[in-house]
């Protein structure tokens, strides 16, 4: 494994481990939506792609905690060039990671609403809501950027 794989690696497992922990200190912060009923096509849309893919989440544990998955993904990798296979291994890293990338549709349609109509700010609960649905999902998503990184061929 080279030096830059093994930087990606670290920035990878780092991320994830940081979105487990945040999403295990945010704990049972609630909130509640009394905006008004604004049309804002980022948080209508978000949710449509992981619904589709719903079931899929059931079976596949490492998808349960992103963490589990990149580390998953780098056992995997490794283990592919322990063994003179690394083809097996970059793949199995690559379907792990992208999973992983089915929360990338709700920090898009986020940012999508912010530049749409600042308005929309309250269609995704408020500073706090969006803060809580959000947190945990940018670091999953980057750190699948980093397998995805990691795993490339020069």
């Known amino acids: 494994m080279s030096t830059r794989s093994r930087l990606w690696w670290a920035a990878a497992l780092l991320l994830a481990a940081g979105g487990f922990v945040l999403s295990v200190t945010l704990g049972d912060a609630g909130f509640f939506f ?32 992103p ?8 056992f995997l990798h ?3 060039l322990r063994r003179g296979r690394p083809v097996p291994g970059r793949a199995a890293a690559r379907v792990l990671a992208a999973g992983l990338l089915l929360y990338l549709p709700e920090p898009l ?14 269609r ?6 969006a803060f809580v649905l959000l947190t945990p999902m940018v670091p999953t998503v980057l750190s699948a950027c980093c397998v ?6 020069r």
């Open 148 to 153: 995805l990184a990691a795993v490339r061929r």
């Open 124 to 129: 995704w609960y408020g500073a706090r809501g």
């Open 109 to 122: 349609g986020f940012a999508f609403d912010m530049v749409y109509d600042p308005g929309c700010l309250d």
């Open 34 to 65: 009394y905006g008004p009923a604004l049309y804002c096509p980022g948080r209508e849309l978000s949710g449509e792609p992981r619904s589709l893919f719903w079931n899929t989440f059931g079976w596949l544990p490492p998808l349960w905690s």
């Open 78 to 80: 490794w283990l592919g």
């Open 67 to 74: 963490a589990v998955a990149v580390a998953a993904a780098c």
